[in-house]
């Protein structure tokens, strides 16, 4: 998808919901100079929205419609013209309202998704939304994830974490802690290992991926002194990725594990449920960890945070993990002879 030559990968940014902080944080993230550098944005959402967004924060990032690549304005792609009373952030304060912003956030999604799949741009990221919204606007899916899947034809995905020190892949996602051990089987856990030995190899360009593999109860079940799970499903999906000669360990006792992963012992962990994961992530991360969809056909990154409607209209809100995932969304995408090491952090 990526044309030939190009210096600049092109990112197609839905807007997230328009009464939260992703306009805030996207705009805040674009408006760093040395961005342009390496990214063409085109962002899909709602004109207004951004333009009174930009004019609240007093930044000066150029919107323009249409085609056409001049340098310093971003172009956007409309996909909803929310009424005055709909567009005000915060968490909205009626039923309408919140269905309103739904919507636009369901629109720009598909929008964007679209760009990616005609070959418009090269890489999609996605700004935090509200579940709440979407499904009071009609639309009943868990989340982000989900509906790319379904986008793409049901293809089997993950999520990942990516920080710079740490990467987790989770096998549950949001899932009560009491169905998990239930919903772990031998074909889910050797699945996840293979989507995300692949990813590795083909997006963070790794040859031979070293993989770990979080075992369940404490100390990996203990030989079974404190649960099977360990025992009867995880490690015969562990040997199963094993004789496909991919470098498994596993599994592995998940009070110890982060660490020597952060130390770079592994290139990523593969957990259970969705905290054993995301507890020592965002504890090293919360700032600039970053979500990456793996098994879709192309990459999908967004910020790890969500809507924030406390805090939206502010001015507060932190941009870091929205640039973080630019960024990175920019380096998978890139040609494999483009190095992108110079994007900037947000501070």
């Known amino acids: 998808m990526t044309r030939s030559g190009a210096a600049r990968v092109r990112l197609a940014i839905s807007m997230g919901d328009p009464a939260g902080i992703g306009p805030e944080v996207l705009l ?6 040395a961005v342009s550098r390496h990214v063409e944005p085109i962002i899909v959402g709602d004109r207004a929205v951004l333009d009174e967004t930009a004019a609240r924060l007093g930044l000066r990032v150029a919107l323009r419609a249409g085609h056409g690549t001049r340098r310093g304005a971003v172009r956007v792609v409309p996909t909803s013209v929310l009424a005055a009373r709909h567009r005000a952030p915060g968490a909205p304060r009626s039923t309408a309202a919140a269905a309103a912003c739904g919507e636009a956030a369901y629109r720009a999604i598909l929008g964007a998704v679209d760009l990616v799949q005609t070959g418009a741009a090269d890489a999609l990221v ?19 994830t989900e509906l790319l899947a379904e986008l793409c034809g049901g293809v089997p995905v993950r999520m990942m974490m990516v920080g710079p020190r740490l990467r987790v892949v989770l096998v549950t996602t949001h899932l009560a802690l009491a169905d998990v051990p239930r ?41 079974g ?14 040997r199963a990725a094993r004789r496909r000669r991919l470098a498994v360990s596993g599994p592995l ?8 992963a952060a130390d770079g012992a592994y290139d990523a962990v593969v957990c259970m449920y969705h905290d054993q994961g995301l507890a020592p992530f965002k504890l090293l991360h919360f700032a600039d960890g970053v979500n990456f969809t793996l098994g879709l056909p192309f990459v999908r990154t967004s ?18 993990s929205m640039c973080a995932a630019v960024q990175l969304a920019a380096r998978l995408a890139a040609p494999r002879n483009q190095l992108l090491s110079g994007t900037p952090t947000a501070q």
């Open 28 to 33: 805040k993230t674009l408006a760093l100079p």
């Open 303 to 320: 910020p790890d945070h969500g809507t924030a409607f406390d805090i939206a209209g502010t001015g507060g809100a932190d941009p870091r």
């Open 225 to 238: 002194l404190f649960g099977h799970e360990d025992t009867r499903v995880i490690a015969p999906a562990v």
């Open 126 to 144: 996605t700004a935090p939304i509200s579940k709440a919204n979407v499904v009071a606007a009609g639309h009943a899916f868990p989340g982000h």
């Open 183 to 223: 919903a772990i089987r031998v074909d889910g856990v050797l699945e996840t290992v293979l989507i995300t030995a692949e990813a590795l190899r083909r997006r963070f360009r790794i040859a031979r991926p070293r993989i770990a593999v979080a075992g369940l109860n404490p100390h990996a079940g203990e030989g």
């Open 253 to 260: 006792a998940a009070d110890g594990i982060f660490a020597h």
